[in-house]
Every structure is written in structure tokens, then in C-alpha cells.
């Protein structure tokens, strides 16, 4: 049985009020609340490991460095990589991206080369390749969608051509809450003999994510976005891809041997993570996987599909309600308008409520700029919100619509 209530306790923030209102949380596609367990796990290993990891003899080093690398394991095994060879700590999905595309780049790209991205990419997935089409002139092509919010796949193969390098893919949609088939655009983009990059930052708290499955080449997530920690990361690659790739940041960690006339770097995955890692976040993530995973991913799934499809139904009930994606297979994001009334007036409005929403362009302006708008109100959901809330949000939403 999923117990919501009995979750809910597990986060001490969902407690609180604002404006003496109880806060109703629906920003989750920004960043999700913590469990008690994660936050306990940071305050612990400061209070009673702490020591910089990998290079130390005492004990304490060698602690924090197992702590370390066991996460680096839980890591593994929660996405399902072949080894933790596979699994580069980063700052974020952001960091994963830009290491992504500064390796691959020098890499494997020439003037002329192109990389396929879809409209809805997060900008994160967009401006790491526009800073490389700057510096090598390279080209970008855009995978396009239909009015529901799902990528058009046959036009997806006809940007394919000699020139093609990568694609960069996201997995949830961060604003339509969209599914694209990654499984079947990885597989078109192996047979045109090119790699896939997939932004899980949207998936990753949600789905449950198999990179073998999937067969993806390269996969990103946050920690924070999965109710772990802020400033950690994932990267994960195929051990073949990583290891032809060149190293990004240069410092301690990265090397096994430096002089000035030659550096030599560090075996996997130590080559791309210079200087002294998070290994406290990496802790905290840890913790937050074993969290979910605890929960179970499919019944969080469940679980969610459920209440998303609620707050749709319910959504819908309101005059003048216009919701932004109708994919068929779709996440925990809902964004819409209501009538005339700018994002930020109900956002804003929405907040004195004490419900918490995301406005504006979510950091996908391209996706706007298609869909002809400026911004959005975006409601995402997590695993500890509940039908009332979404009540909440419905009533919220009507207040504001009658004071217009
Ligand atoms: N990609 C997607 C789809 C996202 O939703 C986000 C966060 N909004 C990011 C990338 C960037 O994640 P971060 O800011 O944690 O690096």
C-alpha cells in the first residue's frame, strides 16, 4: 500500500506554512523536498567521517572514500549501468551536459558536423552545443513536434545525414511533461551509427530508468531533482565512449602522473572528476536513491500517473483552461493558462495561496517561442503530494480566475 500520509512525514518541510497558509508544493520539476533520512545522512558523515577521499592513508579518508565510491555503486545499480566505470560525478545535469559537450566536441567534431536536438530541450541541453557551434561551426538541427507535444519521428529521420555526430535528447519534457520514446529514437540514431545523450534531469525522480535497456549512450541527471542533495550530478556514458573521450577539467583526481613535460591521466571515472569531488552530496544522493527505491519506482509511477491524471481531469473543469502538452504518454508536469491572465499574476497570486508554482519560460524558450506564448504556469508533481493538494490547486486557480 502507498501511504502518502505516512510519506509525507518523511519530508519535515511539508509541514510548515507560508503566509500562514499549509504549503502546498508543486514546484518538484525545479527541485524536490528532502527526507529526513538524506538530510540526516549529510549532517552524519560531516559530524562523524569527514575527510577529503581517494589520496589519504588514515582512517577516516579511507572511510569517506568507501562511502564514496558505495554511492558511486548505488549509482549503478539504480540506473542499471554495466559498471560504476560508467558513472561520472558532476556538478548537476547542467555540468554533465556542458563535460559532455566540450569532450565530445574536440573530440569527435569538425566545421560542418551537426547534432540533432529536439524543440523541447531544456536550455541546458541547448546553449553547451551553441557555445561548441560557435567555436568549431558546427550546425544544429531541430527535431520538431506536433500540437499535442510529441516529437514528429519521421522528421526526426530525415534530419539525419553524413554530418551527424550526436543527439541529445530529453527524456521528460521539463515544461509539457511529455515521454519521448527514447528507447525507439536511441535505436534510429545507432542505426544512422550516431550516439544518443539523454537528459533524464525530468525521468529520473519518476520512471524507472534502465540505461541498458534504453541502450543510451550517455544519460544525465541531478541529485536534487530525486529528493538527494544540490551541487551533485550524474554522468553516465558507455565505458567505450568515455574512455576515447579527452579529459574536461584539469587538477588533482583527474592524473595518475604529472610532469611538466607530460601528464598522464587517471583511469575511468577519475579522469573527468577534478579536484575534491561532493563526496558528501554523493553521500546524500545515495541515500535519496535508497529512499526511492525503498518506495519502489514503479509504484511511485503508479502512484503519480494517478494523481497526474487527476489534477488533468480536474484542470480541465476550469472556463478557459488551455494545458500545454496532450502527449498520450506523458510525466508529472502540467503547464497551462488561464484565459488572459499573465503566468506571473497567477503564479504570484497563486503563491499568497500558499501553493508554490513554477511561472514563465522554464528555461526552454524555443519551446515558447513554438508554442507562441511567453510562459506558462507549470505544476509538477512529486511523490509525496497528495489529491487534496491538487484540490488546492483548483480552487487557487478559480479564486484567481474570478478576481480577473
Ligand atoms: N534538463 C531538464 C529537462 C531540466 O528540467 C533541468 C532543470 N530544470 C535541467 C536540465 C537542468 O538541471 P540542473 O539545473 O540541475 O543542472
Not at 559537450?101 to 566545421?111: I, K, L, S
Not at 527535431?143 to 553524413?162: A, K, Q, T, V
Not at 544525465?220 to 531533482?225: R, T
Not at 494517478?306 to 480536474?314: E, I, N, P
Amino acid at each position: 500500500m502507498y501511504d502518502v500520509a505516512k510519506i509525507r512525514e518523511d519530508f519535515p518541510i511539508l509541514a510548515r506554512t507560508v503566509y500562514g497558509k499549509p504549503l502546498v508544493y508543486l514546484d518538484n520539476g525545479a527541485t524536490t523536498q528532502k527526507p529526513r533520512v538524506m538530510v540526516d545522512a549529510l549532517v552524519g558523515e560531516y559530524y562523524s567521517v569527514n575527510a577529503n577521499v581517494h589520496r589519504g592513508v588514515h582512517y577516516l579518508s579511507q572511510q569517506a572514500t568507501e562511502l564514496h565510491e558505495a554511492s558511486r555503486e548505488t549509482v549503478r545499480r539504480f540506473i542499471n549501468a554495466r559498471s560504476t566505470n560508467e558513472i561520472v560525478f558532476t556538478r548537476g545535469t547542467t555540468e554533465s551536459i556542458n563535460l559532455l559537450a566540450a569532450t565530445f566536441g574536440e573530440e569527435f567534431m569538425q566545421e560542418g558536423d551537426e547534432v540533432i536536438l529536439s524543440v523541447m530541450e531544456h536550455h541546458s541541453d541547448i546553449v553547451p552545443w551553441q557555445l561548441l557551434a560557435a567555436r568549431r561551426g558546427i550546425a544544429i538541427k531541430v527535431i520538431p513536434m506536433n500540437d499535442r507535444g510529441e516529437l514528429l519521428l519521421d522528421e526526426y529521420e530525415r534530419l539525419f545525414s553524413e554530418r551527424t555526430k550526436i543527439v541529445c535528447v530529453t527524456h521528460v519534457s521539463n515544461v509539457l511533461g511529455t515521454e519521448n520514446p527514447v528507447k525507439e529514437m536511441i535505436a534510429t540514431a545507432h542505426a544512422h551509427g550516431v550516439p544518443c545523450l539523454i537528459d533524464a534531469a525530468q525521468s529520473i525522480p519518476h520512471l524507472r530508468v534502465d540505461v541498458q535497456d534504453l541502450d543510451a549512450d550517455f544519460l544525465v541527471f541531478s541529485a536534487h531533482k530525486v529528493y538527494g542533495p544540490t551541487g551533485v550530478g550524474v554522468l553516465y556514458g558507455k565505458e567505450e565512449w568515455l574512455d576515447r573521450l579527452p579529459p574536461y577539467q584539469g587538477g588533482g583526481e583527474m592524473i595518475q602522473h604529472v610532469s611538466f613535460e607530460k601528464t598522464t591521466f587517471n583511469e575511468l571515472p577519475f579522469k573527468f572528476e577534478a579536484g575534491t569531488p561532493d563526496y558528501i552530496g554523493t553521500t546524500g544522493l545515495a541515500r535519496a536513491i535508497d529512499y526511492v527505491t525503498a518506495l519502489g519506482m514503479d509504484e511511485i509511477a503508479a502512484y503519480e500517473r494517478g494523481l497526474t491524471d487527476y489534477a488533468l481531469q480536474r484542470l480541465r473543469e476550469i472556463p478557459e483552461m488551455r494545458i500545454f502538452g496532450e502527449a498520450i504518454q506523458r510525466g508529472a508536469v502540467i503547464s497551462f493558462l488561464v484565459g488572459h491572465i499573465h503566468h506571473f499574476d497567477m503564479g504570484t497570486l497563486l503563491d499568497r495561496l500558499g501553493i508554490a508554482v513554477r511561472t514563465g519560460h522554464h528555461c526552454a524558450q524555443p519551446l515558447m517561442q513554438r508554442l507562441g506564448i511567453e510562459g506558462t504556469v507549470r505544476a509538477s508533481f512529486a511523490l509525496y503530494n497528495t489529491k487534496e493538494e491538487v484540490d488546492a490547486l483548483v480552487a487557487g486557480i478559480s479564486r484567481v480566475s474570478k478576481m480577473f
